[in-house]
C-alpha cells in the first residue's frame, strides 16, 4: 500500500478502480475482437489503451484502507450499493487517470462502443473486475484530432439551487 497524507480520493477511500494497461500486439489483437466499427482503428493505432473498470469486491480491502470504522459491513448483502459505489468511484477515478495524463501532455480519447461481455472473456474472466470505459492514451495526429467540440452553455447544463 502506497502511505499518503493527503484526503481519500474515493468515498470512504473505498477505491474501487482497476486498470488493465493495454500495450503489446497480443492484447491489442484481443481487444479489437471487442471493439465497435468506429473506434478499432484509432485504439489499435494507440500506443495503450487502459480499460477502466471497477472490482465488485473492493470492499474486501476496507479493513486495510479505511481503518476507521467495519466500513466492509456497509456493503456486504447489499448488491445494489456495491454497484452503485465501484461505478461512481470507479468513474471518478477513470477521470483522474485522463486529468493526470493530460497534465503529462498526453492525448487521451475516451470511449465506450466496445462488447463487456468480450472484454470479460479477454482480459478480466479470473477476476471480480467489470469494465467501465476505455481510454487510448498517446501523443495523436495532429491532422486527425478534431478541435474542441461545441459544450453546453453553464445555463443549459447547471441548475442553481
Known amino acids: 500500500m502506497v502511505e499518503n497524507s493527503g484526503p481519500p480520493l474515493t468515498s470512504a477511500n473505498c477505491s474501487p478502480a482497476r486498470f488493465v494497461f493495454i500495450r503489446t500486439q497480443n492484447g491489442k489483437e484481443l481487444l479489437a475482437a471487442a471493439l465497435s466499427g468506429g473506434n478499432l482503428e484509432k ?3 494507440a500506443p495503450v ?16 484502507l479505511f481503518p476507521h470504522g467495519d466500513a466492509r459491513s456497509w456493503f456486504t448483502g447489499s448488491p445494489e450499493l456495491i454497484e452503485e459505489t465501484a461505478m461512481r468511484n470507479g468513474s471518478l477515478a477513470g477521470g483522474y487517470l485522463i486529468m493526470a495524463a493530460r497534465a503529462l501532455g498526453l492525448d487521451c480519447g475516451p470511449l465506450s462502443g466496445f462488447d463487456a461481455g468480450e472484454i470479460t472473456e479477454a482480459f478480466l474472466k479470473d477476476t471480480d473486475w467489470k469494465v467501465n470505459f476505455i481510454c487510448n492514451l498517446g501523443y495523436g495526429d495532429p491532422k486527425k484530432i478534431w478541435d474542441r467540440l461545441p459544450r453546453l452553455s453553464f445555463e443549459d447544463a447547471c441548475v442553481l439551487a
Open 49 to 64: 489503451t487502459v480499460l477502466i473498470c471497477h472490482d465488485m469486491k473492493f470492499y474486501d480491502q476496507l479493513p486495510q
Open 43 to 45: 485504439t489499435m493505432t
